[in-house]
């Protein structure tokens, strides 16, 4: 199976919040990361959680990890047009850079007016 | 700085063909990979590389070949191009230090069709 799981889509209203999930199986990752990818765009780091942290809030962001269920979710708060993407948990087992990131599927976030 | 550059943005190939995808950093990392992302997918390494003259596999080299004689150039080299190979093709590089967050930067990617 995969190693990280993602839902495929997740449908918000304008000026809600989006909570999209994520959960991985390798309990020695070190770093979770979330990127979004605009159409046609390469991946743009978002924010990132260290594995000996549980949240962390950076403006409308805020990941949470729960790292005894192996869960990592990113809220957006006040949604807007503009977080139109597809959003990808990745995460890096290793402690060095040399290994790259396991990605999930990732996760449409589409926006109702 | 220009970050991440790939050329071509898109490429149409025959099967058998052969075409190599560019891609340059102008960061000074030491490490550069190569990511396949398949539709409804996400993305699988290929290839990584630590520094000049240093290369090696991801999880699906197969069908790929990658060089790295220069810190800022990275690459990737189809030879014999097989419908499977129809993807979208992402460089990225990263400083390489190991216990800082090492955030990955990617290129804007290549869109291969091998038909």
């Known amino acids: 199976g995969e190693d990280v799981e993602q839902s495929l ?17 390798d309990s ?3 770093y979770l990361y979330w990127y979004k990818q605009e159409p046609g765009a390469g991946l743009q780091l978002l924010t990132y959680i260290f594995s000996n942290m549980d949240m962390k809030q950076d ?5 949470l990890l729960n790292k005894k269920d192996k869960h990592l979710s990113l809220r957006i708060a006040d949604t807007q ?3 139109s993407a597809i959003y990808f948990c990745a995460e890096r087992i290793s402690g060095g850079g040399a290994d790259g990131l396991t990605f999930g599927k990732g996760t449409h976030l589409i926006i109702q007016p | 700085n220009a970050g991440v550059t790939q050329t071509p943005k898109f490429r149409i190939l025959k099967i058998g063909q052969s ?9 000074n990392h030491n490490y550069m990979y190569w990511y396949r992302q398949d539709p409804g997918m ?3 390494l290929i290839y990584y590389s630590v520094g000049a003259g240093i290369t090696d596999k991801g999880e699906v080299p197969n069908g790929y070949n990658v060089s790295r004689s220069t810190t800022e150039d990275f690459p990737l080299r189809l030879e014999l191009a097989a419908p499977s190979q129809t993807s979208v093709y992402f460089c990225a590089s990263s400083s390489g230090q190991s216990y ?14 091998v038909t």
Do not use: H, W
């Open chain 2, 19 to 27: 075409m190599t995808l560019q891609c340059a950093q102008d960061m």
């Open chain 2, 42 to 44: 996400g993305l699988k």
């Open chain 1, 28 to 30: 020695s990752s070190t």
């Open chain 1, 9 to 25: 889509f997740l449908s918000v209203r304008e000026g809600d919040s989006s909570v999209i999930n994520c959960t991985y199986t």
């Open chain 1, 81 to 83: 047009t503009g977080d």
């Open chain 2, 100 to 113: 800082l967050m090492d955030e990955q930067y990617f290129g804007p990617g290549t869109r291969l069709t």
């Open chain 1, 59 to 63: 403006q409308r962001l805020t990941v």
